[in-house]
C-alpha cells in the first residue's frame, strides 16, 4: 500500500503543475504504470464505482475502496476550479508480499525481548536471593547466641530495609544483655560490703573448735552454728565471687567498642573509694587517696581495673583488724602507672608465698592477687609485694601508661618516690577522701 500511495502522488504532483496530457502519461509510466487517471467529472475505465470516483474528486484526502481481488486508492489532484482522480489498484499478492518476513522479524523482536526479560530477572532474583540467604544465615547465627553477626545489606529495597533493621536489632539486643550483665556485676558488687561486715562480725564470735576439751550438748550445738555461719559465709562469698567474674567476662566478650580496653586509672580509683568509704567508716577505718585527682589513662578495661582494685582492696578489711588504717595511691612516671594499696596492718610474713598462693592454690575466682596480676601483665606490667611505710602490706599494681612509649618497668621510683613524699609522723588521716600530688 505504501508503494502505491508513491506512485499515485507522483501523478498527482505532476497534475497539479499543471502538466499536459504527454507529461502525465510520462509521469504514470515513470510511476511504474498501473495507474489509472480520471479527468474531471469523469469516471471510466474503473475498479472502483463511479460514485467514489466523484466523491474522491469532492474531498482533499485520498480515499481507499475495497474491491473483490484488493484494495483501490482514489487521490484527489486539483488543477484551479478543477479535480481529477488518480487512481491505484493494490492486489491482494501485492498486499500480502513481505507479510511473512515481516511476521518472522516481529517474532525474532518478540523472542529477544523474551531472552532479555529472562536475563535481567534472573540476575534481580539472584540478588535478592543471596541477600535473603544472608538475612537467613544471620538470623540462624544470632538465634544460636552469636550476637556480634552482622550483615551488609543488599538486594531490594525492602531487603535492604530488612538488613538495617536486622543489624539494629542486634546491636539493641548486645546492648540490652550487656546492660542486664552491668547490672548484675554491680549489684553483686554491693553485695560485697554487707557480706564483708557480716564476715567480720562472725570471725568476732566464740571459736567453733569442737574437738578440744568437753562441752555440753548446749554449747556443742551454739559453736556447731557459729561453724556453720562462717562456713555459709565464705560459700556466699566465693559465689558472688564467681558471679562477679561471670558477667564480667560475658560482658568483655560481648561488647567490641574500640576503647574498650582504654580507662583512666584515676577515674576508677576514686569511682572505687566512694564504694568502699562506706564500710571503712563502719569499721572506723582512715583512709587516704593520693594522685588520684589527674586524668591518668592506661590500656586496660574499666571494669577489669576495678575489680582488681576492689580485689585487693577487700583483703585489707578481710585480713586486717578493724580500725586498721589505709591509704591508696596512683602516680606515674617514665611510661610506667603505679596504682599502690598500703595498710597499717600486721604485713606480710612472706611476700613471694602469698603471690604463689593467690596464683592458684586457692582456687581462687579470680578477685584477689591473681586478677591484679592479670590485670598488670595484660598491660606488661607486674604485680608486687612490699613492706608499707605504715607498716602494713603494700600491693603495687605496675600498669603501662596508654600515652607514654612502655619502659623497663621500676618500682623504684613510682612507689619509691610516693614513699618519700609521705611523712609519717605528720600525716594526718581524715576519713573523707583527698585528692594530693
Not at 569442737?210 to 554449747?219: L, N, Q, V, Y
Not at 577505718?285 to 577487700?314: N, T
Request: with cysteine.
Amino acid at each position: 500500500m505504501s508503494a502505491a500511495e508513491q506512485r499515485s502522488a507522483t501523478v498527482a504532483g505532476a497534475i497539479a503543475a499543471g502538466a499536459n496530457q504527454k507529461s502525465v502519461d510520462a509521469a504514470v509510466k515513470s510511476a511504474g504504470g498501473g495507474l489509472v487517471v480520471h479527468p474531471p467529472e469523469t469516471a471510466g475505465n474503473t475498479r472502483a464505482g463511479a460514485d467514489d470516483i466523484l466523491e474522491a474528486a469532492k474531498g482533499t484526502e485520498a480515499l481507499v475502496i475495497e474491491v473483490d481481488d484488493g484494495l483501490v486508492r482514489l487521490e484527489p489532484a486539483r488543477v484551479g476550479e478543477k479535480t481529477s482522480v488518480v487512481e491505484a489498484f493494490v492486489s491482494d499478492e501485492e498486499l500480502g508480499a513481505g507479510t511473512a518476513r515481516d511476521w518472522w522479524t516481529l517474532l525474532g523482536i518478540m523472542l529477544g525481548l523474551v531472552l532479555g526479560s529472562v536475563i535481567v530477572v534472573d540476575r534481580l532474583a539472584r540478588g535478592a536471593v543471596a541477600s535473603v540467604r544472608n538475612l537467613v544465615h544471620a538470623a540462624m547465627a544470632v538465634g544460636g547466641g552469636d550476637l556480634g553477626v552482622r550483615i551488609q545489606p543488599t538486594g531490594p529495597r525492602e531487603l535492604a530495609e530488612a538488613g538495617y533493621a536486622f543489624n539494629r536489632m542486634a546491636d539493641r539486643l548486645v546492648t540490652s544483655r550487656t546492660s542486664e550483665r552491668e547490672m548484675v556485676a554491680d549489684l553483686s558488687h554491693r553485695l560485697r560490703t554487707p557480706l564483708t561486715v557480716l564476715r567480720l562480725d562472725a570471725e568476732a564470735l566464740d571459736p567453733d573448735d569442737t574437738h578440744i576439751g568437753e562441752f555440753s550438748a548446749a554449747e556443742l550445738d551454739r559453736r556447731r552454728g557459729i561453724r556453720r555461719i562462717r562456713q555459709a559465709i565464705v560459700t556466699l562469698e566465693g559465689e558472688v565471687d564467681q558471679l562477679i567474674n561471670t558477667t564480667r567476662q560475658a560482658v568483655a566478650a560481648q561488647v567490641a567498642a574500640p576503647d574498650e580496653g582504654l580507662c583512666d586509672a584515676s577515674e576508677v580509683v576514686r569511682d572505687r573509694m566512694v564504694f568502699w568509704s562506706a564500710l571503712a567508716g563502719d569499721q572506723d577505718r582512715q583512709y587516704r587517696v593520693v594522685g588520684a585527682h589527674l586524668r591518668i589513662p592506661v590500656p586496660v578495661a574499666r571494669a577489669e581495673l576495678a575489680a582488681a582494685l576492689d580485689a585487693v582492696l577487700g583483703n585489707v578489711f578481710r585480713y586486717t583488724p578493724q580500725g586498721t588504717a589505709f591509704e591508696v595511691g596512683i602516680s606515674r612516671r617514665d611510661g610506667w602507672v603505679a596504682v599502690r594499696v598500703d595498710d597499717a596492718g600486721p604485713g606480710i610474713d612472706d611476700p613471694e608465698k602469698a603471690l604463689r598462693r593467690g596464683e592458684s592454690e586457692q582456687g581462687s575466682t579470680g578477685l584477689g592477687l591473681d586478677i591484679a596480676r592479670r590485670a598488670a601483665q595484660a598491660t606488661g606490667g607486674s604485680v608486687s609485694l612490699d613492706r608499707a611505710a605504715m607498716g602494713g602490706a603494700s600491693v603495687v599494681m605496675l600498669l603501662a601508661d596508654a600515652e607514654a612509649a612502655p619502659k623497663q618497668a621500676s618500682r623504684f621510683g613510682l612507689v619509691g618516690r610516693l614513699a618519700r613524699e609521705r611523712d609519717p609522723v605528720k600525716r594526718k588521716w581524715p576519713h573523707q577522701r583527698t585528692d594530693e600530688a
